[in-house]
Every structure is written in C-alpha cells, then in structure tokens.
C-alpha cells in the first residue's frame, strides 16, 4: 500500500523503563536513517588478478535528520528541557518514528548529534535536528502499530 509521509510523528524519551515517549512538535521534514554496512578492503599481494576483496564487518545505524518550526515553549525543543539539553550532556535518548496509517514504527537509540538554529530572512526560525543512531539497541525491523 502507497501512503503519505503527511502526519509522520517522531517521538523522543529517556531511555528509563517503560519508556515515556514526548512527540516532537512542528517538524517539517524528515530523512534517514540511512542504514549501511561498514566495508573494508582485504585486498592482499597474493591477492589473484587486480580485482579488490571486500569484507563487511559492521552495520552502521546512521542518522535521522529533520527540520521543525522553533517553539521554545514545547518541552522537546526547550533549552531546559528539549534535545538541546539532551545534546549538551550527552544523553542516550530513545527515538520512534511512527509512519501514518499502519505504515510501521522504528524504534531506535542514539544522541542528538546536531542542533542548528536557521533564520532565513523569508521564512521562520527553525531548528535543525540530528539523532546519531546508535546499534546499541535498535528495533531495525518495522513493525505493524498496533
């Protein structure tokens, strides 16, 4: 089934048992995670022929990027409160991705790995986020919403 990306919520917690999950207001739009392999040469002198051998030894999370409206009276975008914070003491937060109808959820672990404030003059204040994944925990596999 092909569905909109439109109403797609990500949801940020602390990573304590059960998790309680805060939806991140005002996000415009999302990518990621991109999810790759860590490849390496193996390629050795007695290596036949002049082709590299590869090997893949780690998968690599990646990122989730987004872009929200800046509302410092939401509790997830607050200097006190928000992913800032989360970023600035270096914080384990868990994340969910939650597509709209029945599309799945992601869950994952990682840190708020970029915070970028963006004052264009034509438009709004805005933040750019990053959650740096990490394998740590992570629900790779998308599962139906219950």
Known sequence: MITTAKG?????????????????????SISGPTVKPKIVDITTHDTLGYWMRKL?????????????????SDATQAYSTGMWNQMINLT???????????A??????????????????????????????????IDAAITAVA
């Open 8 to 28: 797609t919520v990500l949801s940020i917690s602390d990573v304590a048992s059960p998790a309680t999950y805060a939806s991140i207001s005002e996000v415009r």
């Open 56 to 72: 893949s030894v780690l998968l690599d999370p990646g990122d989730v990027s987004f872009e929200t409206n800046f509302d410092v």
């Open 92 to 102: 384990l937060s868990a994340f969910m991705m939650t597509f709209p109808n029945g």
């Open 104 to 137: 799945g959820v992601l869950r994952m672990l990682g840190y708020v790995g970029q915070h970028e404030f963006m004052a264009p003059v034509d438009n709004v204040l805005a933040v750019k986020f990053q959650f740096a994944l990490t394998g740590t925990k």
